[in-house]
């Protein structure tokens, strides 16, 4: 019987099937933040185990909150810090090289099609872009893939998305991955894997489909996945160039990743994005959501642009591109926070910074920042915040605020407005 | 193995995330107990008072998708510290359903019915609930009234319980 991509990964890796259809799999890589591992590695101390499994297939950053606000946080990191030097763990990204997991991981080529990954951090579905599966687990899995190596699993289930259509103009990865998410529900995944496929996914960069990936989970799933193909490859080049003879060969290797053209799905669902518009979240959970033209005039406080969601370059561009030659509202605090120092560093040849900084927009270091209200950029009772993060529920960037999702398009033309809106204003006054 | 048997809380709505089960600013905590105050801070629900109906408990049974949202262990160890270590649900997200386990831990899964019947009988009175792991039973009383409800659990799952949890079963095992 054919298999799908989480199929075929987790039979290359089984390493025992203690019961019914729980499989304990080997590990390529563990990723590891200031937030979810000091627990981890405090316990492996105290039960006398303080080591790793292999200290080259663990990465670690300190991201959340970066520079440390205060003493709690500084302990953190400094945990964090000690424990990789006494480990040997040279993938370790401190501050001044730190930036958002889930962008620095795939950036310094740390993923591969086919891997298997954990990492404390629900998130971590973003990496399933490059056709591995990554999952988001609590710290005790955290400790055993650090000890062990392996993690156990229910044997995947998949839905397959199949993505086709032409993508609007003003529509991107942000406001596909957002209906999707208003159609399955908060739980319409749970347990399962989506495979994001079709026309629309060929077409994306790697940065469009992390984004896509990254919310897979805020509709319960496991990981997304989308296939690895020559964009795959390109991205991934710098890193592989040496393992294969042309990008041809690199494909062809990781084209056994592909699921089978018999694959078992629980469900396939096809989603033709000709006629969407932008997308925007309202309430506490990401599967309210609506176009932004039914939400046009709301009114907001604050404006983020950032996050492993959408704190790319190409994020960064879209946002500059509606906010070039205008200033954003009086009423607005605008806070950009380019995801790693690679795209703060583009950002800054590129001449974005500049743009947000003309239009008012503060600029902060690499960090995962206001996106979950722990260091900067936290709401007061009753504040609004338009957000590029993934993430909306009640309290998530201060007590008592209110976080809409959208794109850092909208996110960009609703900072100039001071409420919601579509970007086409802001573009199409300037095409005139 | 932990105690799952004593006193039920009643939170009475689906989709309960872990952001409301311990908010994202506790998360700087490095020591489990330091939680404690803090568990269900941010939830909203008619009459519930997180510190007040928390005192005491040790189960609790919920409606769908509880503990949704973020991967933190922070959620199970925030109700491990207050002595909750049985939840009882219609469906839980999966990575906090696989905390729970892993830290030895009960996420039990009942249907919608009787999760149902529960909440009609027995949430507004003080209910007492015994976990039997050996027949796999529920008893849940109240004064009058007594209902027994079967449970299954797998067989993995409930080895992580009787180690105590995964890092302990691992540790033997591989
Ligand atoms: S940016 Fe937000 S969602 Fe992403 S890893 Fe950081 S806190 Fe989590």
New binding site residues.
């Given amino acids: 019987m054919g298999k799908t991509v989480a199929e075929k990964i987790f039979d290359s890796h089984l390493v025992d099937n203690p019961s019914g259809d729980i499989n304990v799999i080997r590990l390529d890589a563990v990723f590891c933040?200031e937030?979810t591992t000091p627990v981890a590695i405090n316990d492996l101390v105290v039960r006398d185990k303080d080591r790793v499994f292999d200290a080259s297939k663990i990465k670690v950053v300190i991201?959340?909150v970066t520079p440390a606000k205060d003493s709690k946080t500084a302990a953190q990191g400094k945990i964090l810090r000690e424990w990789s030097r006494r480990n040997h763990i040279q993938d370790f990204f401190d501050i001044g090289r730190n930036g958002?997991?889930?962008?620095i991981f795939p950036e310094k080529g740390f993923v591969r099609p086919g891997y298997t990954i954990i990492m404390g951090?629900?998130?971590t579905c973003?990496h399933g872009a490059f056709g591995a599966f990554a999952a988001g687990v609590g710290t005790t899995d955290l400790e055993v893939g650090i000890l062990k190596g392996v993690c156990a699993f229910h044997y995947p289930h998949t839905i397959k998305i199949v993505l086709n259509g032409h993508m609007p103009e003003g529509v991107y990865a942000k406001d596909v991955i957002l209906s999707v998410i208003g159609r399955l529900g908060v739980s319409g995944a749970t347990n399962k894997v989506i495979e994001f496929t079709g026309s629309v996914v060929d077409a994306l960069s790697m940065e469009g489909r992390m984004t896509l990936c990254?919310m897979a989970i805020e509709a319960g799933g496991t990981c997304g996945i989308c296939y690895p193909d020559m964009t795959t490859v390109a991205y991934l080049w710098k890193f592989i160039k040496d393992e294969y003879s042309d990008k041809k060969a690199a494909l062809e290797d990781f084209e056994k990743f592909l699921p089978d053209s018999d694959a078992k799905y629980d469900e396939v669902i096809d989603f033709d994005v000709s006629d969407l518009e932008p997308q925007v979240t309202f309430g506490y959970k990401p599967d309210n959501v609506k176009p932004v033209s039914e939400m046009k005039g709301i009114k907001i406080d604050q404006v983020y642009i950032?996050?492993?969601?959408n704190?790319r370059i190409e994020d960064l561009r879209v946002a500059a591109q509606v906010l070039k030659g205008n200033k954003i509202s009086d009423s607005i605090r605008g806070i950009v926070s380019p995801?790693t120092p690679e795209i703060f560093s583009r950002a800054m040849d590129e001449g974005l910074l500049k743009i947000f900084m003309d239009a008012g927009f503060c600029l902060t270091n690499p960090?995962?920042?206001a996106?979950?209200g722990?260091s900067n950029g936290v709401l007061a009772e009753g504040e609004v915040c338009a957000s590029t993060?993934?993430?909306n529920f009640n309290g998530r960037m201060g007590k008592g605020g209110m976080v809409h999702l959208m794109s850092p398009a909208t996110a960009a033309a609703s900072a100039i407005a001071g409420y919601i809106t579509n970007s086409d204003r802001y573009k199409s006054a300037k095409r005139k | 193995m932990k105690n799952f048997s004593g006193k039920v809380l009643f939170l009475d709505r689906s989709d309960i995330n872990t952001d409301e089960i311990i908010p994202?600013k506790y998360l700087t905590e490095i020591t489990k107990e330091s939680l404690k105050p803090y568990l269900l801070e941010d939830l909203k629900l008619d009459g519930f008072e997180s510190l007040r109906d928390v005192e005491g408990k040790t189960v609790v049974i919920t409606r769908a998708n509880f503990g949704c949202g973020?991967s933190r262990e922070h959620a199970p160890w925030a109700f491990e510290v207050n002595g909750i270590n049985l939840i009882i649900g219609e469906s839980f997200a999966r990575i906090f359903r696989q905390n729970m386990f892993n830290c030895g831990m009960m996420a039990i899964e009942l249907s919608v019915r009787d999760i149902d019947r529960l909440f009609k009988i027995f949430a507004d009175r003080e209910t007492f609930l015994e976990a039997d792991l050996e027949k796999n039973l529920l008893v849940i009383k109240a004064e009058g009234v007594e209902e027994k409800i079967s449970f299954s659990i797998s067989e993995f799952d409930r080895a992580l319980v009787e180690a105590g949890g995964w890092v302990a079963y691992a540790d033997s095992h591989y």
């Avoid at chain 1, 950032?306 to 969601?309: F, P, Y």
């Fill in positions: 933040h937030i991201d959340h958002v997991c889930h962008a951090d629900s998130h973003t990254n950032g996050s492993c969601t704190g995801a960090t995962c920042g996106c979950l722990m993060t993934n993430r | 994202a973020s």
